[in-house]
């Protein structure tokens, strides 16, 4: 393996931070300038969040269950079982639904748009894309950025509400909680700025799979091999990233919502 | 028979760039991690003139129709295009310019999840506002003009090679540009394939009058363009007649070591006394 110096090594790091914020931007700013592909943003819709729903479905379903079954042992020792409810909203709502949705996309969709976005790099079809007199950044990036951001969202209010009702199936049958008692409690202990922290790490997570995705697809290096590379980067980075921008977000908004 | 087409042009080659050069490149320069791919290059390419870029693998060639389009830029030098100086223009500011050029990329550069009908149409569709008659006339006519009328719902996977080359020349030409850039379109293909798409670049060349940069490492493709004329009576290229050969627009220009070692016209090709050229195009 050749090895790199550490100034070339910072250069490289600093380039691609460049790099990536630039993409980042023009994404967004790409949505306020002609031309706008409203037809490929719908094609993307489709793809990441239609296509996305089974294993949303799923996987919100089974952390429900599964966060019921865990807590409602430890809850039953100290004779609280009735909060069920509550600790699966609140846990579903603020911080498991939005993220387990989050690395979910990010899987399937960040290794997607990488490896297709770098298959096309290889084989010139970008070039030829602005050879034709097309910015690859508006019929390529922003749509798919705008298309995970808006999908992102629905999926994980799929998810928080699926979640929800795998944790009622489970404390209904198993533990033989009241049905209605379980919807009103968790109902009940939802507060407006929970909603708000559930509602806003998707966009950002979405942003972030789709940023991430489209940027190492576009620096995809070396063939099939680069793009098979840069697919598990897209993965990885976007799933780190998704942990780091939620452990700030959370912090930051519990600090303005001066959560106790 | 259809006589050969007459030369509108002045003497193309060697000459100094004037205000008829569609492509100028004026001390031009660039290196890709720290070595040098093109150094102190200067050529220009006159309006209706074909020239034919030579040289060894990894010698350049490539890199002087992306810059030409812009998709690279120069570490120095200039660069005009269709009289715009495009040297360092933002990537915004060349999309206009680009869609009055037309590029046929070394493996076609197909768009693989578009049928041949969207991707010959792609320029068509990406202007807007066009109707579904208005793309399917002048796609017809492209596809007609590299005789694949037929693979209009196909995908570029299921054509040829030599069928995705010309499908890639159907898409460059749709709009009838002012510049065709070739990057090796005949490169990897049987002789007999190769001869229909330089005889599709000559019917190129000689029906729409479009001035053209060609890269190839086939010499015979190039001397073919330089031999030959496209006779639309017969639908088929044709031998020029003995003495008419100097008249045809054509240039040559061998690149080594990221420099232009001969820019000049036929004769003086195969004139040359350069040890190198020799063993070149021998």
Same mark, same amino acid.
């Given at each position: 393996m050749e090895l790199?110096?550490?100034?070339?090594f910072?250069?490289?790091?600093?380039?691609a931070?460049?790099d990536?914020?630039l993409?980042?931007?023009r994404?967004v700013g790409n949505l306020?300038?002609?031309?706008?592909?409203?037809?490929?943003i719908?094609?993307?819709?489709?793809?990441i969040?239609?296509?996305s729903?089974?294993?949303?479905v799923l996987?919100?379903?089974?952390i429900?269950?599964?966060?019921?079954?865990?807590?409602?042992?430890?809850?039953q020792?100290?004779?609280?079982?009735?909060?069920i409810?509550?600790?699966?909203s609140?846990?579903?709502?603020?911080e498991?639904?939005p @993220?387990?949705?989050?690395?979910?996309?990010a899987g399937r969709?960040?290794?997607g748009?990488?490896s297709e976005?770098?298959?096309?790099?290889v084989?010139?079809?970008?070039?030829?894309?602005?050879?034709?007199g097309?910015d690859?950044m508006?019929?390529?990036v922003?749509?798919?950025?705008?298309a995970?951001?808006?999908?992102?969202?629905?999926?994980?209010i @799929?998810?928080d509400?699926?979640g929800?009702?795998?944790?009622?199936l @489970?404390?209904?049958?198993?533990?033989?909680?009241?049905?209605?008692q379980?919807w009103?409690?968790?109902w009940?202990?939802?507060?407006?700025?929970d909603v708000f922290m559930g509602?806003l790490?998707?966009v950002l997570?979405g942003?972030? @799979?789709?940023?991430?995705g489209?940027?190492?697809g576009?620096?995809a290096?070396g063939?099939t091999?680069?793009?098979?590379?840069a697919?598990?980067?897209a993965?990885?980075?976007s799933?780190?990233?998704?942990?780091v921008?939620?452990?700030?977000?959370?912090?930051l908004?519990m600090?303005?919502f001066?959560?106790q | 028979m259809?006589?050969p087409?007459s030369?509108t042009t002045e003497?193309?080659?060697?000459?100094q760039?004037?205000?008829?050069?569609l492509?100028?490149f004026?001390?031009?320069?660039?290196?890709?991690e720290?070595?040098p791919?093109l150094?102190?290059i200067s050529?220009?390419l006159?309006?209706?003139?074909?020239?034919a870029i030579?040289g060894?693998a990894?010698?350049?060639?490539s890199?002087i129709?992306?810059?030409t389009l812009?998709l690279?830029?120069p570490?120095?030098?200039r660069?005009y295009?269709l009289?715009?100086?495009i040297?360092q223009?933002k990537e915004?500011?060349l999309?206009?310019l680009?869609r009055?050029?037309?590029?046929?990329?070394q493996?076609?550069?197909l768009f693989?999840s578009?049928t041949?009908r969207?991707?010959?149409a792609f320029?068509?569709l990406e202007?807007?506002n066009v109707?579904?008659e208005?793309?399917?006339?002048?796609?017809r006519?492209?596809?007609?003009?590299?005789?694949?009328?037929?693979t209009?719902?196909m995908?570029?996977?299921?054509?040829?090679g030599g069928?995705?080359r010309?499908v890639a020349?159907a898409?460059a030409?749709?709009?009838?540009?002012?510049?065709?850039?070739y990057?090796s379109?005949t490169?990897?293909?049987?002789?007999v394939?190769?001869?229909?798409?330089i005889?599709?670049i000559?019917k190129?060349r000689?029906?729409?009058k479009?001035?053209s940069?060609?890269?190839?490492h086939?010499?015979?493709d190039?001397?073919?363009?330089a031999t030959h004329y496209?006779?639309r009576?017969?639908n088929?290229?044709?031998p020029?007649p003995p003495?008419?050969?100097s008249?045809v627009?054509?240039?040559?220009?061998i690149l080594?070591?990221?420099?232009?070692?001969?820019?000049?016209?036929l004769?003086?090709l195969?004139?040359t006394q350069?040890?190198?050229?020799?063993?070149?195009i021998s």
């Amino acid at each position: 393996m050749e090895l790199v110096s550490p100034a070339d090594f910072a250069k490289d790091a600093v380039q691609a931070v460049q790099d990536y914020t630039l993409l980042a931007v023009r994404s967004v700013g790409n949505l306020f300038r002609p031309p706008r592909y409203v037809a490929d943003i719908v094609y993307q819709a489709d793809l990441i969040g239609v296509g996305s729903l089974p294993i949303v479905v799923l996987t919100g379903l089974s952390i429900g269950a599964e966060l019921a079954l865990n807590s409602a042992n430890t809850l039953q020792r100290f004779g609280s079982l009735s909060l069920i409810g509550q600790l699966v909203s609140v846990g579903m709502v603020r911080e498991l639904g939005p @993220i387990i949705t989050g690395l979910m996309v990010a899987g399937r969709n960040a290794s997607g748009m990488a490896s297709e976005l770098g298959s096309m790099l290889v084989t010139e079809q970008i070039d030829a894309m602005r050879a034709l007199g097309t910015d690859p950044m508006k019929k390529l990036v922003t749509p798919r950025v705008a298309a995970t951001v808006f999908m992102l969202f629905f999926l994980t209010i @799929i998810s928080d509400l699926l979640g929800l009702f795998g944790g009622a199936l @489970i404390s209904t049958l198993l533990y033989h909680m009241d049905w209605h008692q379980y919807w009103s409690t968790a109902w009940q202990i939802l507060v407006f700025q929970d909603v708000f922290m559930g509602l806003l790490k998707p966009v950002l997570f979405g942003f972030v @799979i789709a940023t991430i995705g489209c940027y190492y697809g576009l620096t995809a290096r070396g063939g099939t091999q680069g793009v098979g590379r840069a697919t598990t980067q897209a993965v990885v980075a976007s799933s780190v990233l998704i942990l780091v921008v939620d452990l700030l977000v959370t912090k930051l908004l519990m600090t303005i919502f001066a959560y106790q | 028979m259809a006589a050969p087409p007459s030369v509108t042009t002045e003497r193309l080659s060697g000459t100094q760039p004037s205000a008829s050069s569609l492509v100028v490149f004026e001390d031009v320069a660039l290196a890709f991690e720290g070595t040098p791919v093109l150094k102190g290059i200067s050529f220009h390419l006159a309006k209706g003139e074909t020239k034919a870029i030579f040289g060894v693998a990894g010698s350049g060639k490539s890199t002087i129709l992306k810059l030409t389009l812009g998709l690279l830029k120069p570490d120095a030098g200039r660069i005009y295009v269709l009289g715009e100086e495009i040297s360092q223009r933002k990537e915004e500011d060349l999309f206009e310019l680009r869609r009055r050029i037309g590029m046929v990329f070394q493996e076609s550069a197909l768009f693989d999840s578009l049928t041949v009908r969207e991707n010959v149409a792609f320029r068509l569709l990406e202007e807007g506002n066009v109707t579904e008659e208005e793309v399917d006339q002048p796609v017809r006519e492209a596809l007609s003009f590299v005789e694949l009328e037929n693979t209009v719902d196909m995908f570029p996977s299921e054509l040829s090679g030599g069928m995705r080359r010309r499908v890639a020349i159907a898409r460059a030409m749709i709009t009838h540009p002012e510049l065709m850039l070739y990057d090796s379109p005949t490169g990897g293909l049987d002789p007999v394939t190769a001869t229909t798409i330089i005889e599709l670049i000559i019917k190129q060349r000689d029906v729409f009058k479009t001035s053209s940069l060609l890269v190839t490492h086939r010499l015979q493709d190039a001397f073919i363009m330089a031999t030959h004329y496209f006779d639309r009576r017969r639908n088929r290229m044709q031998p020029l007649p003995p003495g008419t050969r100097s008249e045809v627009p054509m240039g040559f220009l061998i690149l080594r070591d990221g420099k232009i070692i001969f820019d000049g016209g036929l004769g003086e090709l195969v004139h040359t006394q350069d040890e190198y050229i020799r063993e070149y195009i021998s």
